[in-house]
């Protein structure tokens, strides 16, 4: 299947292609300002209109410059679920909705990326995410409560709230992803697969809702609910950072 990404940076930060793939690039800098290098394949479509649907295959190789790299990096599917666009500068037009996803994924600390203690919450991880599509006059009254989220006691109810309604499983990583390997998403309706260089990492019942777009990214920013209901989103300082992919390939 033929891939339409398109590169999308802030300033300072580059995608370029290689010989055999690409390379996403952020350059040093302190906490305070976004760095972001991204290639996806739905920036001006609208959710509905997202290219990828069961049954679906991603694999390509991929490297990064460093083990330990501060905000996060990562490839596969998602809704784009914190998207709100009125569709200015090219982009479509999307409201917040609840998020489905199926990808690798790096988040350093503070990143709290879990609403289960018993799956990773940071640190690299193969997982996924599936979320009911809720009508917006639904979630509407959920958004009205963003502001109570710094009452800890209320924070910590809506996070549990949270946890009943958005599924997730993950399963933690421990590769040397300074080095190529080779990373498969099989996304099925009922299950979803994801391996390394051949072996099943996880192999999971909870696979995300349709459609989606394809992300390839690296940045430099965190956002954390812990189990304690705390509360925290920004950016950190960072070296010079690269993410290096081969083209990817996707089988459907």
Same mark, same amino acid.
């Given at each position: 299947m033929e891939i339409g990404l398109k590169p999308r940076c802030t300033p300072g930060a580059s995608v370029n292609r290689t010989d055999n793939g690409w390379r996403m690039d952020i350059p040093a800098g302190v906490r305070g300002a976004y760095r972001l290098a991204q290639l996806d394949d739905y920036f001006a479509?609208?959710?509905?209109? @997202? &290219?990828?649907?069961? *049954?679906?295959? /991603? #694999?390509?190789?991929?490297?990064?410059? =460093?083990?330990?790299?501060?905000?996060?990096?990562?490839?596969?599917?998602?809704?784009?679920?914190?998207?709100?666009?009125?569709?200015?500068?090219?982009?479509?037009?999307?409201?917040?909705?609840?998020?489905?996803?199926?990808?690798? @994924? &790096?988040?350093?600390? *503070?990143?709290? /990326? #879990?609403?289960?203690?018993?799956?990773? =919450?940071?640190?690299?991880?193969?997982?996924?995410?599936?979320?009911?599509?809720?009508?917006?006059?639904?979630?509407?009254?959920?958004?009205?409560?963003?502001?109570?989220?710094?009452?800890?006691?209320?924070?910590?109810?809506?996070?549990?709230?949270?946890?009943?309604t958005v599924r997730q499983d993950a399963a933690e990583i421990s590769v040397d992803v300074t080095k190529w390997h080779e990373y498969s998403i099989q996304w099925l309706r009922e299950t979803t697969e994801f391996k390394i260089d051949g072996e099943t990492i996880l192999q999971t019942a909870i696979s995300p809702e349709p459609p989606l777009g394809l992300v390839l990214w690296i940045d430099n920013q965190f956002a954390a609910w812990t189990s304690e209901g705390q509360l925290g989103y920004g950016t950190l300082d960072n070296p010079a950072a690269c993410l290096e992919i081969t083209a990817p390939c996707i089988n459907t």
């Open positions: 479509l609208s959710r509905r209109h @997202f &290219h990828h649907a069961t *049954p679906w295959t /991603l #694999s390509l190789h991929a490297k990064v410059s =460093a083990s330990n790299l501060p905000g996060t990096w990562g490839f596969g599917l998602w809704n784009d679920p914190f998207c709100f666009s009125l569709g200015f500068g090219g982009a479509a037009g999307r409201l917040p909705v609840l998020p489905n996803a199926a990808w690798f @994924f &790096h988040a350093s600390p *503070p990143n709290w /990326l #879990s609403f289960r203690d018993e799956i990773p =919450a940071h640190g690299f991880f193969a997982g996924t995410i599936n979320s009911p599509r809720v009508p917006l006059l639904l979630l509407a009254p959920a958004l009205l409560a963003l502001p109570f989220l710094a009452l800890r006691p209320i924070s910590r109810l809506l996070r549990k709230l949270a946890g009943q």
